[in-house]
């Protein structure tokens, strides 16, 4: 027997959709929400980014920040007697500062103030005039004198405690 043919008005043509415009809609409404959200997302990854490398830089600018300084002025100014002028005696008067930011090595230079001013006293009464008259040879003698008070001060408290020495009057005559 031949195989029996199925009826045509038995056969249901194949359900068409009618709304593709729909399926489409949906489509691109979950792909702009995504997009949406990505952006949301990335965009507030990058704010706060951002707000963590501002507090980072505060942080290293406050940490950068040296304490105050505080300075002890050696009182009275020393006044010495110079070597080596032929013209006769020469004479120097110095009024010295010393600057630290610590503020135990400012009471250990109070305490040891004796000491310092008697120590810089031999350094400038053996100094020589014509050393002194340039602007290097009074940056030397303030160097010496930085190292002098810094050894006093390493072997009397075993910190060197000061930072600079200013020489805040210089009077030569």
């Known amino acids: 027997m031949p195989a ?3 009826d045509p008005a038995l056969i249901k043509p194949a359900a068409k ?17 995504g997009a949406g959200a990505a952006a949301w997302y990335f965009a507030n990854q990058s704010a706060q980014h951002r707000i963590e490398q501002a507090e980072a830089k505060a942080r290293q600018q406050t940490a ?8 002890f002025a050696l009182e009275p100014p020393f006044v010495v ?5 032929a013209s006769g005696a ?5 009024e010295v500062q010393l600057m630290t930011r610590d503020p135990e090595a400012l009471k250990a230079i109070e305490q040891h103030a004796p000491a310092l001013r008697a120590n810089l006293l031999m350094l400038f009464a053996q100094q020589n005039a014509e050393d002194l008259v340039s602007l290097q040879g009074k940056q030397k003698l303030q160097a010496t ?9 390493s072997a009397e408290t075993g910190k060197p405690g000061v930072d600079a020495l200013l020489f805040t009057s210089f009077v030569m005559q």
């Open 4 to 6: 029996a043919k199925p």
């Open 17 to 33: 959709s009618g709304k593709p415009w729909l399926l489409i809609a949906c489509i691109v409404l979950l792909a702009a929400g």
């Open 64 to 71: 950068k920040v040296p304490a105050p300084a505080q300075y």
């Open 81 to 85: 007697n110079l070597f080596g002028s």
């Open 90 to 94: 020469r004479y120097l008067q110095i």
């Open 145 to 153: 004198a930085l190292r002098d008070v810094r050894k006093l001060m």
